[in-house]
T-cell receptor
Framework: DTAVSQTPKYLVTQMGNDKSIKCEQN?????MYWYKQDSKKFLKIMFS???????INETVPNRFSPKSPDKAHLNLHINSLELGDSAVYFC?????????????FGSGTRLTVV | RKEVEQDPGPFNVPEGATVAFNCTYS??????FFWYRQDCRKEPKLLMS???SGNEDGRFTAQLNRASQYISLLIRDSKLSDSATYLC???????????FGKGTMLLVSP
């Protein structure tokens, strides 16, 4: 029973397209996140949501729009994809906003823009 | 100074060796500390939390030095399956998020 699940696992698309990545957690956690891991393997926070409310929005182009229909789901929509968007996108969740017990990550979505 | 700094490695060690990684963090008010492990093409997984008093989990020992702002991870009796990237992770106070170091790669050979 997967705790944090993301779909799709792989996504190959052309520049200029719009795509979405979905994330669901069944841990009953209040807080969810999107992280981006680039080719240099650096994990960087993009967004965090707590009980459907946006808490953190790092310096991310506004082509990226997260949506949280309920606290168990956090989706990421990307408009007008660019080559530089190619990366692995990880969804994660934590018990609460404090995150003192660490995060549980999904298995990642490997996005390749061609 | 980067928020969380680690030696990227790789550290190449034979099976059975003891290996230690260090990590430094810049925000002196940071409250929670973790070591995560990431296998190639997989997600990061929590290895252990790091407590002020130091803590041990089997072959793994984590230490925190708040005065010097560094965290360490010691792995004893290395196994082939320990080969992975070890990520030092810090949580700043307030409604912050986990900040990850770039990771230290460990390669354990037979």
């Amino acid at each position: 029973d997967t705790a944090v699940s993301q779909t799709p696992k792989y996504l190959v698309t052309q520049m200029g397209n719009d795509k979405s990545i979905k994330c669901e957690q069944n841990l009953g956690h209040d807080t969810m996140y999107w992280y981006k891991q680039d080719s240099k393997k650096f994990l960087k926070i993009m967004f965090s949501y707590n009980n459907k409310e946006l808490i953190i929005n790092e310096t991310v182009p506004n082509r990226f729009s997260p949506k949280s229909p309920d606290k168990a789901h956090l989706n990421l929509h990307i408009n007008s994809l660019e080559l530089g968007d190619s990366a692995v996108y990880f969804c994660a969740s934590s018990q609460d906003l404090a995150g003192a017990y660490g995060y549980t990550f999904g298995s990642g979505t490997r996005l390749t823009v061609v | 100074r980067k928020e969380v700094e680690q030696d990227p490695g790789p550290f190449n060690v034979p099976e059975g060796a003891t290996v230690a990684f260090n990590c430094t963090y810049s925000n002196s008010a940071s409250q929670s500390f973790f070591w995560y492990r990431q296998d190639c093409r997989k997600e990061p997984k929590l290895l252990m939390s790091v407590y002020s008093s130091g803590n041990e989990d089997g072959r793994f020992t984590a230490q925190l030095n708040r005065a010097s702002q560094y965290i360490s991870l010691l792995i004893r009796d290395s196994k082939l399956s320990d080969s992975a990237t070890y990520l030092c992770v810090v949580l700043a106070p307030g409604y912050s998020t986990l900040t990850f170091g770039k990771g230290t790669m460990l390669l354990v050979s037979p």
